[in-house]
């Protein structure tokens, strides 16, 4: 079956420094790959995605490439900022047609001023 | 664009009442609904998946007579908890996709103190 993880958190930084978050999967076919963040109290928000091999996404200055020979979709930017504190979420999609999502457990930010 | 919300927000009940919780695609139809369940500093646990007009699809471990789904329009799911206990008490996530996409969108959540 599909699975996701990600590196345990919290991750603690001090604003300005570079983020890595760490996120590798297993599927059987050829998944699409998300990135959600959750700020505190709220639902989830989508990030960024992924469709294909190579394929890079990007939104509000964090990155995160789809790499298939490591099956790794690690989230990067370059310049957290204090506002960024929330906790992010790896995710994969089947394509395969039935949509149904797998998520990692989370990964807790905390940017410190 | 692709906005869901949910009602309500936050909810407390007493022990062995039903609570509804409405999740909502405001400018999309959305051919499915995901309902999610969220305990404290943990990850999503997938509930159920619905498509409009037919029979909610359940996870393993889920009752579905205890969590009914109901996917009456393109635009509208409800997820009741009935005769809910303390240990119902969490944070419900709907997410709602458009026909042929995988990408979710998500509602802000509820968040249901049973007493």
């Known amino acids: 079956g599909n699975s996701v993880t990600q590196m345990e958190g919290p991750v603690t930084l001090s604003e300005e420094a570079f983020l890595t978050i760490n996120c590798t999967y297993t599927?059987?076919?050829?998944?699409?790959l998300f990135w959600y963040v959750q700020y505190p109290g709220e639902g989830l928000q989508l990030l960024l995605k992924?469709?294909?091999?190579?394929d890079k996404g990007s939104n509000k200055g964090f990155e995160a490439t789809y790499r298939k020979e490591t099956t790794s979709f690690h989230l990067e930017k370059g310049s957290v900022q204090v506002s960024d504190s929330a906790v992010y979420f790896c995710a994969l999609s089947d394509q395969g047609g039935s949509y149904i999502p797998t998520f990692g457990r989370g990964t807790s930010l905390i940017v410190h001023p | 664009g692709a906005v869901v919300s949910q009602h309500p927000s936050w909810v407390i009940c007493k022990s062995g009442t039903s609570v509804k919780i409405e999740c909502r695609s405001l400018d999309f139809q959305a051919t499915t609904m995901f309902w999610y369940r969220q305990f404290p500093k943990q990850s999503l646990m997938l509930m159920a998946t619905s498509n409009e007009g037919s029979k909610a699809t359940y996870e393993q471990g889920v009752e579905k007579d205890k969590f009914l789904i109901n996917h009456a329009s393109l635009t509208l799911s409800t997820l009741t908890v009935t005769s809910a206990h303390p240990e119902d008490s969490s944070f419900y996530i709907c997410s709602a996709t458009q026909l042929a996409s995988e990408t979710q969108y998500f509602g802000p959540g509820t968040r249901l103190l049973v007493l």
């Open positions: 599927a059987t076919g050829y998944p699409s």
């Open positions: 992924a469709t294909k091999a190579d």
